[in-house]
Structure formats: C-alpha cells, structure tokens
C-alpha cells in the first residue's frame, strides 16, 4: 500500500516508515523538522518508494496520487518540547489533524490517530482501560499536549461517525529506543544519560509513583497491525510491566555499572502517580502484547546513547 506518515522524521514516524518501507510499501514521509530529525531518515532517502517533504499540517496536508493509509504522528511528544511550542502542539492536535482527517476522506485511505496515555491524566482508576474517561487539568502545564490529543480523538470519532472516514486510534503508554532525543526530557533518556555521563540522577518526588515502559520494536508492531486492520480504537499499545521511578532508576544504575547517586527533587505540577495500561484490548482485538523485556530494551538503549559521547556530553552539567 502507499502510506502518509505525518511525523515521519520524529522517533516512533520514522520507525514506523521503517517498518512500511521494509515489508515493500510506498511511504509518503511528512515533518517540519521542528522535532523531528533528517538523520532518523537519511538512510531511506533515495530507496524506492520513499518520498520525503519538509510540511506543516497544521497549515494542510497536500499529497497527490492514490493513499491507502494516513498515520497521523505529527506532534510534539515530550514536556520540553511541548512546552517551548505550547501554541504548535496545539494546532497540530487540532488543525493538523483535520487536515489529515481531509486526506484520508478524498482518497478513500484508513486514518490511523496516535493519542497517547496522557489522556488519561493523572489518573485515579488503575490499570488504565480505554473505557476510562481519564483526570485531566484542562489549564495545567501539560495540558497544551493533554488536550491537543482529547480534541484529536474527538475530531476522529467525528469523522468516522459523521463522514465514514475509516479512522483507528491507539494510545500510546511510554516508549523508549533508538533514535529518541538525548535531551527528550522523559525518564528513560534523563537516567540513561545521566547514569553514563556520572551525574546524578535527578528523581522526581519520592520515587514510589510508577511508569511501565516500552520497546520501540514491540510498539511498531502493533501500530502496524492496527493499520492494517479497520479497528476504530481506542487500543492501549503499552508494556503492561510497571516500575516504581526509583526500582527503574536502580535498574539503569544496575545496567550502567554507574555509580551515580540519586538525587531527589520536587514533583513536577500535574505529573502523574500511577500509569499502566490494559492491554486486553490490542491482545484479543489485534493478537498483540510486548515481547521485549525491559531490562533487554534498556541494554539496547544504553548502547544506542553511548554510541553518541557527542550528545551524551551536551547533557552533562
């Protein structure tokens, strides 16, 4: 098939294009590089049947030709990001949603949206199933990405019901590999980076507040299988194995051979206590649950960071 990747130079767009391009598809690969990096694609510029066009969504999405899928990823994705581009995460949440929404009802093509765990909030039923409403600060810090993401969802269901576009959503809980930003500001590149340069790794609250992290290859899996399918979602694709901050942070420790101390500090407003999906849903729906151990991931990504001192160093300090 031919597929639109929006974000497709951003860390989980450009393994997904990877895995299109890989298994012989057609990949139309759009991104304004405003997180997103050319190096996550280089390798595919030039391969037949791959095309790649520095684009805004939220100004329009213009692709000609046939499109027999849309995979809207374009945002960005972690607190620092989002936080500089307050006003563009919200845009691409909205306006660059509908405008991918636009494409895939013209050409006919399956619309696939990545919503995230965030919608959940802080949330106060755990584990996570998608039938949870979610306990979200509709004017905190995070919400510029928490909302961009609820209005999104919306905006697909809206089309699926009212415009019988083909749409699917996936949430996705914390995923981690190659190609994410040293600097991305979430706790698998903060421990990593800090635990291999010797700094201290900065723990935020007590430690007892838990994430459940997963491998990039596993995620890409099962974002491929909900493309292929016409399953509308929501699906939770997540690690359903659930750390406290503080045992991760040993195990990085553990991993690293580091001798860093832990350094605590004060939680951050609206961050939240407990986060882990359900995956019943994506198991029985789509047959898919992580392979991937985490304590494996995290050995692949510490190689992957020590394999470039030229990053790991600008973080240092």
Not at 92 to 105: C, N, W
Request: hydrophobic share 35%.
């Amino acid at each position: 098939m031919r597929a639109v990747v929006t974000g497709g130079a951003g860390f989980l767009g450009s393994h997904l294009c990877d895995a299109l391009i890989t298994r012989g598809d057609q990949v139309a690969c759009l991104d304004n590089l405003s997180t997103g990096r050319l190096e996550n694609i280089e390798h595919l510029i030039g391969r037949p049947g791959f095309e790649f066009s520095e684009t805004d969504v939220s100004t329009g999405v213009d692709v000609s030709g046939p499109v027999d899928a849309i995979a809207h990823f374009a945002s960005a994705a972690s607190p620092p990001h989002y936080l500089r581009m307050p006003l563009e995460t919200l845009a691409v949440g909205s306006r660059g949603t509908e405008h991918a929404l636009r494409l895939a009802e013209t050409k006919g093509a399956r619309f696939l949206l990545a919503s995230t765990s965030e919608v959940y909030g802080d949330p106060t039923v755990h584990p996570q199933p998608e039938e949870y409403w979610g306990n979200v600060n509709s004017i905190g810090p995070r919400s510029v990405y928490d909302e961009a993401k609820r209005f999104a969802e919306a905006l697909t269901v809206a089309y699926g019901s009212a415009r019988k576009v083909n749409v699917g959503i996936i949430r996705i809980f914390n995923t981690y590999g190659p190609r994410m930003d040293a600097a991305d500001g979430r706790v698998v590149t903060n421990f990593i980076g800090q635990a291999l340069n010797g700094d201290p790794i900065t723990l935020y609250g007590d430690g007892t507040q838990t994430r459940s992290f997963c491998y990039v290859d596993d995620l890409i899996r099962g974002i491929v299988m909900m493309l292929d399918s016409s399953e509308p979602g929501p699906i939770n694709l997540g690690n359903p194995e659930e750390f406290t901050v503080g045992d991760f942070a040993k195990l990085v420790l553990q991993i690293t051979g580091s001798s860093s101390p832990i350094e605590y500090r004060p939680l951050p407003q609206d961050d939240p206590s407990r986060r882990r999906p359900v995956i019943k849903r994506a198991n029985q729906r789509l047959g898919w649950q992580p392979e991937v151990p985490v304590a494996e991931g995290v050995s692949r990504m510490v190689a992957w960071m020590r394999s470039r001192p030229a990053e790991l160093s600008s973080l240092s300090g």
